[in-house]
């Protein structure tokens, strides 16, 4: 058995992540479920660490490592760390192309809010957040909607990942120019690209993810001068989110903080994969404007009342009816609309059981 023939395997059976590790079983999650491979029997360390210092991906010595590569026309990111076993590889296959921004299933509101129908960007500056569970699509959303932009924009992109994941050259070629940096190879950090991009003339900036309070502090000055600003949080909905960015900040900071965000947000999609009863993967959303409404309570730390508004402004689209709409659509039982529901009763009552 080689390493190459366990990824096979995986692509064999449409999986989207792999998990690989010595002296066991290789595994594979194929539609949201985990699929244990007997095949090939269990995997030795020898061939882990043969291919991965084939690809130049470790060194003699190594601990954590966040990378990528790539393998039979698929890129992969790649997460290597030691257990008390030896060494493991978890993996997530990209798609051998970026998919269209409108092929994803998400709200039409969505990409209404972003571009006209020509394509061209309707965003000039401000901070566009796409948060979520780990496996919940960021990076595809942010690098659909990136393709969208360089296809039909001539604008300037710089990205900073961790690991990059998807090429954006081809869609850029001929019509704008992009530049993908990936952190711990291009850059040192996420902040220190960030700092560093704000020199190099970039109409849109991409921060992978951002996990502190100087990246956050940039990024927000970035969107309120001229940038529009991507970037993903680890959050799983849009009012935990401005929580999640105001807690980043001591309180002395605190006021100061919401301010900008008040005047810099355009949007936050908070979003969940999810796989239905007929094993199809459905994109879950929530969906916040930046409204004028909703920036005043950002501002004076109202946070709490702007849920109610996701379902009172148009502008926005709830947790609960985005389930409803996918129910109408036919994409969730209603079982499995009420038990994802925040308010089951507002569930029912919209998909026709008012008992």
């Not at 965000?261 to 007929?278: G, H, T």
Request: proline letters at 4%; aromatic letters at 8%; a negative charge.
């Amino acid at each position: 058995m080689t390493f190459e023939e366990v990824l096979k395997k995986g692509i064999e059976l449409g999986a989207s992540d792999f998990h690989l590790s010595s002296y066991d079983f290789p595994a594979y999650r194929v539609k949201k479920k985990l699929v244990v491979c007997r095949d090939f029997g269990i995997l030795e360390e020898n061939v882990i660490l043969r291919f991965l210092r084939e690809k130049g991906l470790i060194g003699e010595e190594f601990s954590d490592v966040d990378t990528s590569f790539e393998f039979d026309g698929y890129r992969f990111r790649a997460s290597i760390f030691k257990t008390r076993k030896g060494t493991s590889v978890v993996l997530r296959k990209l798609p051998k192309s970026i998919p269209d921004l409108e092929s994803l299933n998400l709200p039409a509101k969505f990409i209404e809010h972003l571009f006209t129908d020509e394509g061209k960007l309707k965003v000039q500056s401000g901070l566009i957040l796409i948060t979520g569970e780990t496996n919940s699509g960021k990076s595809t959303t942010l690098a659909s909607l990136l393709k969208k932009t360089l296809e039909n924009n001539p604008k300037v992109v710089i990205t900073l990942e961790d690991p990059v994941e998807y090429d954006l050259y081809p869609a850029a070629r001929g019509k704008a120019k992009v530049y993908q940096r990936e952190v711990g190879k291009d850059t040192e950090s996420f902040a220190r690209g960030l700092k560093s991009a704000l020199r190099e003339d970039p109409d849109i900036i991409l921060v992978g993810e951002i996990r502190d309070a100087e990246t956050m502090r940039t990024a927000l000055n970035a969107s309120m001068t001229g940038h529009v600003v991507l970037a993903t949080l680890h959050t799983n909905d849009t009012v935990s989110t401005i929580d999640r960015i105001r807690n980043m900040f001591p309180d002395e900071e605190q006021n100061s903080i919401l301010d900008a965000l008040s005047r810099s947000l355009y949007l936050i999609q908070s979003q969940r994969l999810y796989a239905n009863e007929k094993g199809e993967i459905v994109p879950i959303v929530e969906l916040l404007k930046n409204t004028r409404t909703v920036a005043t309570l950002i501002r004076e730390k109202k946070i709490f009342r702007i849920t109610p508004l996701l379902d009172e402004e148009p502008e926005h689209i709830s947790w609960d009816n985005c389930l409803v709409s996918l129910f109408n659509q036919g994409k969730l039982s209603y079982n499995e609309a009420v038990s994802l529901a925040k308010d089951p009763q507002f569930v029912r009552e919209r998909t026709g059981d008012i008992f």
